[in-house]
């Protein structure tokens, strides 16, 4: 086989890596903001869809956060004992996990709100850039 057939190979060629790089270092940009909010960047998403949702099951919370219950479990758990969140069987169906956002969890969302701003200061990207990454990461996801 001629040696460019195999260039499809090659890490800088490669649409996944830079993704995975990128993702890393974002993640590792929250950091700081989010260690003065005791929250790691996957609890710091997880609080994001309960300020919305206040309620929700695990499963839901996991399709929406594309995480599986062997992910969440030891998350929540961690959460509740913070007293951010509750965790409680269904009254309809035993066999759910209802997740519910206790008032200190809806109250950290006042210094949360900050950190978009300061993440954004971090990141080499036009406002407009920013725009569109998202739309086309949202586009790949769906």
Same mark, same amino acid.
């Given at each position: =086989? ?9 890490? +800088? $060629? /490669? ?21 003065? !909010?005791? @929250?790691?960047?996957? /609890?710091?998403?997880? =609080? ?5 949702? +206040?309620?929700? &099951? %695990?499963?839901? !919370?996991?399709?929406?956060?594309? !995480? ?6 030891? !998350?929540? +758990?961690?959460?509740? *004992?913070?007293?951010?969140? *509750? ?9 759910? @996990?209802?997740?519910?956002? &206790? /008032?200190?969890?809806?109250? @950290?969302?006042?210094?949360? %709100?900050? %950190? ?5 200061? *971090?990141? +080499?990207? &036009?406002?407009?850039?920013? %725009? /569109?990454?998202?739309?086309?990461? $949202?586009?790949?996801?769906?």
């Amino acid at each position: =086989m001629r040696e460019d057939t195999y260039d499809v190979l090659r890490i +800088k $060629n /490669q649409l996944c890596f830079p993704l995975y790089a990128c993702a890393r270092e974002v993640i590792k940009q929250y950091k700081p903001f989010l260690d003065s !909010l005791d @929250l790691t960047y996957t /609890q710091y998403i997880t =609080m994001m869809v309960l300020w919305e949702e +206040k309620s929700l &099951t %695990v499963k839901e !919370l996991g399709d929406i956060l594309y !995480l599986d219950s062997g992910t969440l479990t030891p !998350l929540l +758990k961690k959460m509740e *004992t913070k007293g951010l969140i *509750t965790r409680k069987r269904s009254m309809q169906d035993e066999r759910s @996990l209802i997740v519910s956002i &206790t /008032q200190k969890g809806d109250a @950290l969302k006042e210094k949360a %709100v900050e %950190v978009p701003a300061k993440l954004a200061q *971090t990141l +080499k990207l &036009t406002p407009d850039e920013c %725009v /569109q990454l998202h739309g086309l990461l $949202n586009k790949m996801l769906d």
